[in-house]
C-alpha cells in the first residue's frame, strides 16, 4: 500500500525548509532556500513559493500525488483563518500573510499553517523524543523561547490558535523590555540570548553560547556560574508550565540542548526540586530528537490532524449524528 504524502514547509527568520514527508513523519527529500532579508529582490511567500516549486521539479514529484501543504511559521499564527497574526516574529514583512490563501490558491492543494513550536511539539510526539506521550511541553531556547504544549494528546491553540507563547508569559514583573512590547517576559532570562548578553557583558570573547559553554566545559568557574544563573531561570520557568499543565514529558530544544551535563541534567534536577512534590511523579525532563526536521514534520501532522477533524465531522453529518 502506497503512503500518503504531502510537503513540510518550515519558515524560519533566515530561510524556508521544504521537505516531501509520508504520513508516517518519514523526510523522504529536503531543501533549504535562503530568505532575501532585504525583501527587495523576492518577498518571503514568493521565496516559499519558489522553494516548494523547486524542490518537486528537482525529484519529480508529481503536485497532483500529494494529499497537501502543511506550514510551520514564527510569529502568532491565526489557524483558523490560516493566516500570520500582526506579530509576524523574526521574519521581515510576514505579519499579515494569507499563507493558506495563496498556497492553495498556487497548488491547488489543501494548506494548514500552525505556529512553528506547536509543530516540533507535534512532531516529537508522533514520533520523537516523547512518542506515545499525551501530556507533554516542548520549551525551544534560542534567540527567543518558543514551544508548544499537548494535553491528553491534543495540541493546545487557544481561541485562534495563538496558544503555546512560552516564551512571552511574564516570569518578572516590571522586568526587562521585551519585542513582544511587555515586560518581564520568559525568553527575556531564558532564552540563549539572555545567556548571551550576560556573558559578553562580563567579557568580551563571550559573545556567543558557543564561547561560554566551551569556557564552562572546560571548567572556568566564572563561565560555570553564569551558565548555573541561566539555567536557575529556565527551571523556574519550567516549573511554572508544569504546576499549570501536570506535564509527563518536558523537552528541552534548541541547539544549547546537546549540552547534556550543562544544561538538560541542571534543569531536570533543578524542576524537580522546585515543583510540588506530587508534580514530580513520572516527570521526564530530557532533550529533543528531531532537531531540524521538526518543523516540516510536525507542519504535515498538524495538516494530517485537521484533515482528519473534518472527514470526521463530514461523517458525522451524512450519519446524522450532528
Keep these: 500500500m502506497t503512503l500518503r504524502r504531502y510537503l513540510g ?16 513523519g518519514e523526510v523522504i ?19 516559499v513559493i519558489r522553494s516548494i516549486r523547486e524542490l518537486v521539479i528537482t525529484n519529480d514529484i508529481v503536485m497532483s500525488s500529494l494529499f497537501g501543504i502543511g506550514v510551520s511559521s514564527p510569529g502568532s499564527i ?13 521574519v521581515p514583512n510576514w505579519g499579515g500573510t494569507k499563507v493558506r490563501e495563496i498556497l492553495s490558491k498556487e497548488f491547488n492543494l489543501p494548506v494548514s499553517l500552525a505556529n512553528d513550536g506547536n509543530c516540533v511539539a507535534l512532531a516529537e510526539a ?34 485562534k490558535g495563538f496558544a503555546g507563547e512560552i516564551g512571552h508569559f511574564v516570569t518578572h514583573a516590571g522586568g526587562r523590555e521585551c519585542a513582544c512590547g ?14 548571551v548578553r550576560e556573558g559578553s557583558e562580563i567579557r568580551n570573547n563571550w559573545y556567543t553560547g558557543r ?3 566551551d569556557d564552562a566545559n572546560a571548567g572556568d568557574e566564572e563561565a560555570l556560574a553564569l551558565v548555573d544563573r541561566w539555567t536557575d531561570e529556565v527551571a523556574y520557568g519550567i516549573s511554572g508550565l508544569v504546576h499549570i499543565f501536570n506535564p509527563e514529558v518536558i523537552l528541552i530544544g534548541g541547539g ?16 524537580n526540586a522546585i515543583i510540588m512534590q506530587d508534580f514530580t511523579e513520572g516527570l521526564v525532563v530530557k532533550r529533543a530528537s528531531l532537531g531540524n526536521d521538526a518543523g516540516m514534520v510536525g507542519a504535515v501532522k498538524h495538516l494530517m490532524d485537521e484533515q482528519l477533524i473534518e472527514t470526521m465531522e463530514t461523517q458525522n453529518i451524512l450519519s446524522g449524528d450532528i
Design 78 to 90: 491565526d489557524t483558523v483563518n490560516g493566516e500570520v497574526a500582526l506579530s509576524g516574529g523574526n
Design 126 to 159: 508522533w514520533i520523537g523524543a516523547a512518542k506515545n506521550c499525551d501530556d507533554v511541553i516542548c520549551v525551544a531556547l534560542g534567540t527567543g523561547v518558543g514551544g508548544g504544549i499537548i494535553s491528553r494528546g491534543k495540541l493546545i491553540e487557544g481561541h
Design 9 to 24: 514547509i518550515d519558515i524560519g527568520g533566515s530561510a524556508v525548509k521544504a521537505g516531501l514527508v509520508d504520513e508516517n
Design 182 to 195: 511587555g515586560k518581564g517576559c520568559f525568553e527575556k532570562y531564558a532564552a540563549t540570548s539572555a545567556l
Design 29 to 47: 527529500v529536503k531543501s533549504e532556500t535562503e530568505i532575501d532579508r532585504s525583501c527587495k529582490r523576492e518577498t518571503v511567500m514568493e521565496t
Design 256 to 271: 544549547v540542548s546537546a549540552q547534556e551535563e550543562l544544561v538538560i541534567l541542571p534543569i531536570r534536577r533543578k524542576v
Design 211 to 213: 564561547n561560554i559553554f
